[in-house]
């Protein structure tokens, strides 16, 4: 065995170390935190100091047993994991669940799993941290204590199976409160006048009134003015300027850039750039800070001046704003600069790409501008007309690097002519045009991670977990909804001659944005109108700022404990006892027919409107509100239409044909079969002709394209991408081939191709026991099937196995231990003659 054993938190992690280690180290693997709260229980001593109860549970018993016998063999432990809040916990479970001698026991960190970083680190070891430790106690305590004390009070007086959490109640709530803001706005229109000139050497540039006008008529008579007007350069002025590059990448600001650029969620840039880290491409991707090391500095500014030049190398430091910044050293960079990109996977490589770019960039020179501004004079009226424009004198950092931005108004500054003062010019066009004031925009995940970020809510590691946390709740969902047509004016001078026309515009799409769920919305209500202490942004940004005080050693965490439960469980309690149920309930009117009230609230199975009460003599009336609709929104008249529903349209091949609402949308029905509306399509105006068109495109979708041996062969579309389904088995069809088009030939060659995969992953088949012995994805073990699944120990040869011993396996672990009977009760022996006690008449 090796003297030297390291243990690190992730296999792709361990195989990267491994690589600069000599025989003398082993590297494993904890595969996370290996001790952690149990589920079923509080796990948390709130009598007492607020002692956690820490357990390995059922899946992590194999690997700690596996790391204590490495342990014992080794004479030295070096405990690796990150150098952070988890990263510490993990190492401190580590030493006490293996019961480790702190004198045979190293503490070790890194920011980049580099070969000259490993060694670094191994020469320079230290004990674990304590309060780094405290604090990741203190984080998982309180939010264990709100969890598990208010979601059981959202169960009675909500909706069961529901949770609460503190980050995650108060993203919910900017969410929340968000969607309100929209939905209170009212858009006032004004017209915005702009107008093209011609100059003397027959350029053409756009300019506009710096003012919009307030009503149609006053741009109207504005345009009527300048009929026959002559123009003019009033004023020129040209400007140098700089723009400086944005710092390097912290966990925040490569969230919302990787959001902007790649379209990435925020979960799946911290998967990516996970993997990039443990393979040793980038720097620990968990930090706050904006800071580059000096070897870090030479290594991009040696990079520049192979690749660009000495006029474009600027070495320079940034600072941080954030508090939070203690636990992290640098920013987030490329372990070597000479890598412009990685072999890696696609999405890897992409973001690689972008953090290279973005370090790269920081330690290059400004870009030059020269901004022009024009003022325009006519002389028939005194209003200016302004024209802005910028010319790019030196690139710099632009030849590398852009940041994005989350402003959808933002306009570009283009390129001007050139132009003098007193310069004739000649009118093209001018136009008005209505435009509409707009309401605030949605949150995407990249803009929520943004403002949490601004109010000091989470640090680097919450953000992702936080933001999948409520949408897997169903709080949150991506917004479907492609927006609505709108209608606005455009009035037109041209050639001195007036004319106006009407134009359409998309609005109010939320595609891709955060909108709250009925759920949502109703669980924000309930906790902001009792709980509005521990939703409030100062307080959750409170706690964010004790968590640090503790990781510094100035905060004692026991106590932080203490002072927050003596006001939280007495609110618990008084909450359950004496708070009203809350399902969101809006009165909209009376029903004509029966004069019952119609209502909108949140049910069982989701948002619904009702007729009647449960106090009435008769069951009251329900109807699922559309996707588009929502408590605060539906208005009566939406409300009593949906009660028209089902609605019969016609018939079918002998069957009726009717359009409904049903839990996951709007849909028509014939027979037993069932075909969605397109998203955002009203089942009210849907007619026969409209039905037949979808059940017709669901026939022909569901046809086989194919037969082969003898089966059918369908085309489908799911998660994963376009699929071929084939004997009860789908095939997914990867970019290479024209799904559209696929030839005969190329169907058989996917289904044969997927069949000798299948094959190849079987090492044994008992088809007539049903069952078999196969290799699991990845490769990482064998995996038996029989009356269940069970993954075998690597010290077993898969191949060698023999029907009887994998029967005897199976029985082995599927077996339930028999009961013990009870143990017999001892018969008591006859008491001796005499000594017998004497039974004593009840007094009457």
């Given amino acids: 065995m090796a003297k030297n054993l390291v243990i690190v938190e992730s296999p792709a992690k361990a195989k990267t170390i491994e690589k600069f280690l000599g025989k003398d180290y082993t590297v494993a693997s904890s595969f996370g935190h290996i001790a952690d709260l149990p589920t079923?229980?509080?796990?948390?001593?709130?009598?007492?100091?607020?002692?956690?109860?820490?357990?390995?549970?059922?899946?992590?018993?194999?690997?700690?047993?596996?790391?204590?016998?490495?342990?014992?063999?080794?004479?030295?432990?070096?405990?690796?994991?990150?150098?952070?809040?988890?990263?510490?916990?993990i190492a401190w479970h580590l030493a006490e669940e293996l019961k480790l001698d702190k004198d045979k026991t190293r503490r070790i960190v890194f920011h980049e799993i580099t070969k000259s970083a490993i060694l670094k680190a191994i020469d320079n070891p230290r004990s674990i941290d304590y309060n780094l430790?405290?604090?990741?106690?203190?984080?998982?305590?309180?939010?264990?204590?709100?969890?598990?004390?208010?979601?059981?009070?959202?169960?009675?007086?909500?909706?069961?199976?529901?949770?609460?959490?503190?980050?995650?109640?108060?993203?919910?709530?900017?969410?929340?409160?968000?969607?309100?803001?929209?939905?209170?706005?009212?858009?006032?229109?004004?017209?915005?006048?702009?107008?093209?000139?011609?100059?003397?050497?027959?350029?053409?540039?756009?300019?506009?009134?710096?003012?919009?006008?307030?009503?149609?008529?006053?741009?109207?008579?504005?345009?009527?003015?300048?009929?026959?007007?002559?123009?003019?350069?009033?004023?020129?002025?040209?400007?140098?300027?700089?723009k400086s590059p944005a710092p390097p990448f912290t966990t925040s600001t490569l969230q919302q850039e990787a959001a902007r650029k790649l379209y990435f969620s925020v979960s799946k840039t911290m998967t990516m750039a996970q993997r990039l880290y443990e393979a040793g491409h980038i720097t620990y991707m968990r930090?706050?800070?904006?800071?580059?090391?000096?070897?870090?500095?030479?290594?991009a500014k040696q990079e520049i001046l192979k690749s660009y030049g000495e006029k474009y190398s600027k070495t320079r430091q940034f600072k941080g704003k954030s508090k939070g910044a203690q636990e992290a050293h640098e920013a987030i960079r490329p372990t070597n600069f000479e890598n412009?990109?990685?072999?890696?996977?696609?999405?890897?490589?992409?973001?690689?790409?972008?953090?290279?770019?973005?370090?790269?960039?920081?330690?290059?020179?400004?870009?030059?501008?020269?901004?022009?501004?024009?003022?325009?004079?006519?002389?028939?009226?005194?209003?200016?007309?302004?024209?802005?424009?910028?010319?790019?004198?030196?690139?710099?950092?632009?030849?590398?690097?852009?940041?994005?931005?989350?402003?959808?108004?933002?306009?570009?500054?283009?390129?001007?002519?050139?132009?003098?003062?007193?310069?004739?010019?000649?009118?093209?066009?001018?136009?008005?045009?209505?435009?509409?004031?707009?309401?605030?925009?949605?949150?995407?995940?990249?803009?929520?991670?943004?403002?949490?970020?601004?109010?000091?809510?989470?640090?680097?590691?919450?953000?992702?977990?936080?933001?999948?946390?409520?949408?897997?709740?169903?709080?949150?969902?991506?917004?479907?909804?492609?927006?609505?047509?709108?209608?606005?004016?455009?009035?037109?001078?041209?050639?001195?001659?007036?004319?106006?026309?009407?134009?359409?515009?998309?609005?109010?799409?939320?595609?891709?944005?955060?909108?709250?769920?009925?759920?949502?919305?109703?669980?924000?209500?309930?906790?902001?109108?009792?709980?509005?202490?521990?939703?409030?942004?100062?307080?959750?940004?409170?706690?964010?700022?004790?968590?640090?005080?503790?990781?510094?050693?100035?905060e004692e965490w026991t106590k932080m404990m203490r002072d927050f439960y003596s006001e939280f469980h007495p609110q618990v309690l008084d909450v359950a006892e004496n708070a009203e149920r809350e399902v969101g309930e809006r009165i909209l009117g009376e029903d004509p027919e029966t004069g019952k009230p119609v209502s909108v609230r949140l049910g069982k199975f989701g948002p619904m409107v009702q007729i009647g009460s449960v106090e009435d003599d008769e069951k009251p009336r329900f109807a699922g509100l559309m996707p588009d609709q929502t408590l605060d929104s539906i208005t009566y008249e939406e409300a009593m239409d949906l009660f028209k529903l089902p609605k019969e349209i016609g018939e079918y091949e002998g069957e009726t044909v009717e359009v409904n609402n049903g839990r996951f949308g709007p849909y028509v029905r014939y027979g037993k079969t069932f075909v969605s509306l397109d998203k955002g399509e009203d089942p009210m105006i849907v007619d026969m002709e409209r039905a037949l068109e979808l059940i017709k495109a669901k026939e022909k979708a569901d046809a086989p394209i194919y037969v082969y041996?003898?089966?059918?062969?369908?085309?489908?579309?799911?998660r994963f991408g376009p699929f071929l389904k084939w004997n009860d088995i789908f095939i997914n069809v990867n970019k290479k081939y024209d799904f559209d088009n696929l030839s005969d030939a190329e169907i058989e060659e996917l289904i044969e191709d997927k069949k000798r995969k299948e094959i190849e992953k079987v090492i044994h088949n008992w088809e007539e026991e049903g069952i078999r012995v196969e290799k699991a994805r990845w490769g990482r073990s064998n995996i038996l099937k029989g009356k269940t699944k069970i993954e075998l120990p690597k010290t077993v040869d898969a191949s060698k196995l023999t029907l009887e011993e994998v029967k005897e396996i199976l029985d082995k672990k599927t077996k339930k231990p028999a009961k013990k009977k009870p143990a017999a009760k001892k018969k008591t022996s006859a008491k001796k003659a005499g000594t017998a006690k004497k039974t004593t008449t009840k007094k009457k």
Avoid at 409 to 426: F, H, R, S, T
Avoid at 709 to 718: C, T
């Fill in 40 to 89: 079923k229980e509080l796990g948390v001593d709130t009598e007492g100091d607020f002692k956690p109860k820490y357990i390995v549970n059922k899946d992590k018993k194999d690997v700690v047993s596996k790391l204590r016998k490495l342990a014992k063999t080794a004479e030295i432990v070096w405990l690796a994991s990150d150098e952070d809040r988890e990263g510490e916990a």
């Fill in 133 to 242: 430790v405290n604090a990741q106690q203190a984080r998982r305590v309180l939010d264990r204590l709100v969890g598990y004390e208010l979601s059981p009070i959202l169960w009675r007086k909500v909706k069961g199976g529901l949770s609460a959490g503190r980050v995650q109640s108060v993203s919910v709530r900017l969410i929340v409160e968000r969607e309100r803001e929209i939905q209170d706005f009212k858009a006032e229109a004004s017209f915005r006048i702009d107008a093209e000139f011609t100059t003397e050497e027959g350029k053409t540039f756009k300019a506009k009134l710096p003012k919009n006008f307030d009503t149609k008529k006053e741009a109207e008579d504005f345009l009527k003015k300048n009929t026959g007007a002559n123009y003019k350069v009033a004023d020129l002025s040209t400007k140098p300027a700089k």
């Fill in 287 to 299: 930090t706050d800070s904006v800071n580059l090391s000096e070897d870090a500095r030479k290594g």
């Fill in 340 to 554: 412009h990109t990685v072999k890696a996977d696609r999405d890897e490589e992409r973001l690689y790409e972008l953090i290279w770019k973005r370090t790269v960039a920081s330690q290059m020179s400004e870009a030059e501008l020269e901004r022009t501004n024009v003022k325009i004079d006519a002389d028939k009226h005194t209003k200016q007309f302004t024209a802005n424009g910028e010319v790019l004198i030196f690139d710099g950092f632009l030849k590398v690097y852009l940041e994005g931005s989350d402003d959808e108004d933002e306009e570009q500054e283009g390129m001007l002519p050139a132009l003098k003062i007193n310069e004739k010019l000649e009118n093209n066009y001018i136009t008005a045009t209505e435009r509409f004031t707009r309401p605030p925009y949605r949150y995407t995940e990249a803009s929520l991670v943004k403002k949490l970020e601004e109010l000091g809510i989470g640090r680097p590691s919450t953000y992702a977990p936080t933001i999948s946390t409520i949408q897997n709740r169903n709080y949150i969902e991506k917004g479907s909804i492609e927006g609505m047509e709108r209608n606005y004016a455009q009035l037109i001078l041209k050639n001195d001659t007036f004319s106006e026309k009407m134009l359409s515009e998309t609005v109010g799409s939320d595609k891709g944005k955060l909108v709250p769920t009925a759920v949502g919305t109703v669980v924000n209500d309930f906790l902001v109108n009792h709980f509005s202490n521990i939703l409030d942004y100062n307080f959750t940004a409170k706690v964010e700022q004790s968590f640090d005080d503790i990781a510094e050693g100035n």
């Fill in 709 to 718: 041996d003898g089966k059918p062969v369908q085309k489908g579309v799911g």
